[in-house]
């Protein structure tokens, strides 16, 4: 971390660095994204021998075979936390997949947590009642010494310090339980944390995984959950959502300091806030105007934003008319009178409704649309319901996606999140400041990448995957991906290394080992011990030519531990994204102890 001041930013702001999701029909954010601007939906209709429960219900004429199916629920890679397969098995489906989920949004902000010097929050948010269906508790009694470590690993209320724990910080660890709001709890934590300097860097997300997976769901008149599997937010036909899983983690940092230490940004988060209906709900579990409002209100008021520049409002949006007639009211309330229109969408449309992680998935789709200035469409809206009353208000339906160029100069978004129980919550985003201008990347200068994963066959899936990844995005700087790749990732046993000039030449280094280009674990030279000078962490080279930095790649791959910090030492590379570690998962099921 830099020991540069902040400056010229609001000291209330946090900046978005890392991003990890997985949801139905996407394994990373980049999937969900193409997924929502191609206006794909990603539940399931499942055959009657999919669906694991109660034959009767099964063959209920109100029974739905339609939900948001998550294709690892059940799949985990302990090896790369070191993680026995016992101990695997006996963690539930969410502390599993919320574990490799902060792991991939530490690795999307570039920083290993090996490296890191700071005191790392964890918050996140997860079902209390998925550890219950997954596995009875363990029975200290009868198992004995072993079921306190084995209660730990199933416990829903130690996923957050599981995290810390297994990748080898320290910090807060908070496990939240707001029911549906949950995500947005732990954000709005995390950020109250950050703000008053009680961590360096935070995760906050949530996890959920709805057992038996996959199932349907049993329809009933004037229910949140839909008649036909079909979430329709804001139409007139709707009738209600269809149920989903997923797991959404997000890395945040104050901005001033993130923009010192040179993070790459998706968003800022300008303001959340959160409150509870309490005695005043008309009825126990809907949303109440008033109170919804004024959670609206406050976070706008915490951002020192007026609603006139809050050009997209991604709604809690249960596709159940009732409900959303109330979210509209309150999210009218709140906006007020003004002459700006505001895009009003529903990411439930595409994924269901994920529970504690519902959320997460409208704040990422928010986050990137801040990011491409796009506004994706609201899919399965195809006739808005009258009695919303869209033109008396400030909001107008994306039913169609759109290039983002707001009235007011600006991009800000403001996503709600309501959990049975009153729980509200909003979180106001607005887009990234523009970076400040940088010299042009000195081109020829010979450049070191790096690269290593646990086995040969990670190693290759690694090299594959950033191949993709530098040919589908040809703005992105050498210089920056070498920085990213040497302080970003965690030093596992099989390495490999290159020695570049240009992009050109490292896409084509990871193809074939090129002779003289690359490197590898497997067949490297052998180099002189006593041939380089020492760092505070590790061995240096002898100079920045292609042959020092050769002879210095020759080692690291050999097992030889480099200070990256004295290679980029006085430099002013930026941390990029780039594909985060192929987990090699396996399935784990905990049937008894």
């Keep these: 971390m830099t020991d540069t001041p902040e400056q010229e930013y609001d000291p209330g702001d946090v900046a978005v660095i890392g991003m990890s999701l997985r949801a139905p029909g996407a394994r990373t954010k980049e999937q969900f994204w193409d997924n929502l601007v191609h206006g794909r939906e990603s539940i399931s209709f499942l055959a009657k021998d999919d669906i694991h429960v109660d034959e009767t219900l099964i063959h209920s004429p109100f029974y739905v075979r339609a939900c948001g199916v998550l294709d690892t629920y059940d799949q985990f890679d302990p ?45 996140g948010a997860n079902n209390p009642q998925t550890a219950a269906l997954y596995s009875s508790p363990p029975d200290r009694v009868s198992v004995g010494p072993e079921a306190i470590e084995a209660s730990l690993a199933w416990s829903p209320d130690t996923m957050t310090s599981n995290a810390l724990y297994y990748m080898g910080l320290t910090g807060e660890a908070v496990t939240v339980a707001a029911v549906c709001a949950g995500f947005h709890y ?60 997923g797991v959404v983690t997000v890395l945040l940092k104050p901005l001033g300091r993130a923009v010192a230490d040179r993070d790459h940004l998706y968003a800022v988060v300008k303001g959340s806030a959160v409150n509870n209906n309490g005695v005043s709900a008309m009825a126990y579990g809907l949303a109440q105007p008033e109170r919804l409002s004024a959670c609206i209100a406050s976070a706008m008021e915490v951002g020192g934003v007026t609603p006139d520049t809050v050009s997209m409002y991604e709604a809690n949006g249960l596709g159940m008319p009732m409900t959303d007639e109330l979210e509209v009211h309150a999210a009218s309330m709140a906006f ?12 439930k449309g595409n994924v269901g409704h994920g529970g504690v992680v519902s959320g997460g998935f409208g704040a990422i789709k928010a986050a990137l649309s801040l990011y491409h200035r796009t506004l994706p469409a609201t899919i399965n809206l195809t006739e808005v319901n009258p009695d919303l009353d869209f033109p008396a208000t400030p909001f107008v339906p994306q039913l169609e996606g759109a290039d983002w160029d707001p009235e007011s100069g600006i991009r800000r978004a403001g996503i709600t999140s309501i959990g049975g129980g009153g729980y509200n919550a909003h979180l106001l ?33 690694q090299r594959a995957r950033l191949r993709a990844w530098l040919e589908a995005d040809p703005g992105l700087r050498l210089d920056d991906v070498c920085f990213s790749l040497n ?36 067949a490297a030279p052998r180099t002189d011990p006593d ?47 780039l594909p985060t570690y192929p987990f090699r998962p396996r399935r784990f099921w905990r049937t008894d102890w």
């Design 79 to 123: 090896s790369v936390f070191g993680i026995s397969d016992r101990m695997a098995a006996a963690m539930t489906p969410e502390n599993r997949l919320y574990l490799e989920s902060a792991w991939e949004a530490l690795e999307d902000g570039g920083y290993d947590p090996e490296r890191l010097k700071a005191e790392v929050g964890m918050y």
């Design 186 to 245: 732990a954000v709005h934590l995390a950020c109250q944390s950050l703000l008053l300097g009680q961590t360096d860097l935070a995760v906050a997300g949530g996890a959920m995984v709805r057992l038996p997976h996959p199932r349907g769901h049993l329809w009933e008149e004037n229910r949140i959950l839909s008649r036909d599997g079909h979430c329709r937010p804001f139409d007139a036909r709707g009738t209600g959502t269809a149920l989903s899983s």
């Design 336 to 347: 007020g009178k003004q002459t700006a229109t505001t895009s009003i969408g529903g990411v």
């Design 429 to 461: 985003l607005e887009e990234a400041p523009a970076a400040a201008e940088r010299a042009p990347e000195e081109t020829g200068r010979p450049r070191l990448a790096t690269l290593s994963a646990l086995d040969d066959e990670a190693l290759a899936q």
């Design 487 to 522: 302080l970003g990732r965690k030093v596992m046993a099989r390495r490999w290394a290159a020695v570049v000039r240009s992009r050109a030449e490292l896409i084509a280094a990871l193809a074939d080992d090129a002779a003289g280009a690359a490197a590898s674990t497997a």
């Design 531 to 577: 041939a380089f000078g020492r760092g505070e962490h590790g061995i240096v080279p002898s100079g920045t030519d292609a042959a020092a930095l050769a002879e210095l790649a020759a080692a690291w791959v050999t097992g030889r531990q480099v200070d990256f910090e004295a290679l980029h030492a006085g430099g002013t590379s930026h941390r990029v994204p």
